[in-house]
């Protein structure tokens, strides 16, 4: 097997889908075998079992991972804010170290279509759209180059994508790459406020399985989950041709793939449309690496965060992480699980609220500022308790424990350290006004 040409640096491979449920794949229980080739992968590498979104909104999702920072930090804390042009980006790191860096997709952090080139995170090569979901459809790929020509990619919109990433692999095999892929699947599709899936998958999984939350709560997914699961799969079948493509090149054993999700979807369950609330329906996503450094074959038990994907990114590939990043690499802890680790995840809410969150292995607790608009402000000064769910008995959160009186003492611990993040992340140190308290029958063990 030939060497590239960039074989001491490892090339990267960011597989990012959007709005997709950690329970799309195999191997969180889903029977459907939507899954075997990230199923694979994770099984090869490391499968990051318990990944959270640090905000459940397209580009401040974006932004957290290509920056390092939170929302708050880089003033994207809600979509329709562009990405400052001051902000490094994971490009301008790769860069700096001699990759080639280029993106494909869609981006979310600029202010237009076609997204200027100052607005574009310093990614040398370009074939994206800011809001692919609204210029282009699922059999209309159209996207803008790096001289804001309009691109039309045949084909199903996620096999265009892919095609393009096989050819950029190819193109540039003998220098190291870092490549950015952004799918907007299996999203839905805006104006129609459908999930359209491949035609060959349209009526394959009619009556197909339900998670638990949605079996019990409704919302769209009889009329969405055909076609989301359809999307799913598609997007498998694209992971599987990539890595494909990547033995048939022999750049599989120094290439590093993430496969990871912006953030969740609920089917209009928690609130009026698909994300945007502190349940894992929109946090908790599918997260996995391959490659040099990860292929340990071990799932991490510990709870991670996006925000810890980019330093790990930089890490894997040799670069240092800037202090100024928020998150935490995982190398240390997947070569050594025994590594001392904060097991929990801080969250920003936004659009729909003003809100913070905190996920741990047992609980998620999260407050709100009802007064305030998730649209106008970033933060507020004084929250309200509104959600406690206890993951042992119920992990599909259907109780809201928040008034429980047997809580008090779960919720006094929670509550501070969900200030002490808050301070950490934001320099600020609100009020969190508690939810009263009223008798309840069961009494946690702490």
Known sequence: MKASAGASKPNVIVFFTDQQRWDTVGLHGNPLDLTPNFDRLARRGTHVAQSFTCQPVCGPARSALMTGKYPTTTGCYRNGIPLPSTEKTLAHYFREAGYRTGYIGKWHLGSQDPVPEPERGGYEDWLAANLLEFTSDSYNATLYDNDNNKVKLPGYR?????????????????EPFFLFLSFLEPHHQNHLDNYPAPHVLQNRYVDAWTPPDLAALGGSSAQHLPGYYGMVKRLDDALGRIMDALYSLDLDDNTIILFTSDHACHFKTRNAEYKRSCHDSSLRVPTAFAGPGFNVGRELSQIASSIDLPATLLDAAGIGVPED?????????????????????????SESQVGRALRTQRYTYSVSAPQLSGWDHANSEL??????????????????????????AVKTQLRQRLLDHIEQVEGLQPTIQPAASHSSPRRPEL
């Open 325 to 349: 990043f928020a998150g935490r690499s995982l190398l240390p802890l997947i070569q050594n699980p025994t590594t001392d680790w904060t097991d929990e995840a801080f969250v920003q809410i």
């Open 158 to 174: 996620v096999d265009a994508l892919t095609d393009a990433a096989i050819r950029y692999a190819a193109d540039h095999q003998e």
């Open 383 to 408: 929250y309200e308790e509104d959600s406690l769910y206890d993951l042992h008995c119920d992990p599909y959160q259907l109780t809201n424990l928040i008034t429980h009186s047997t809580y008090d």
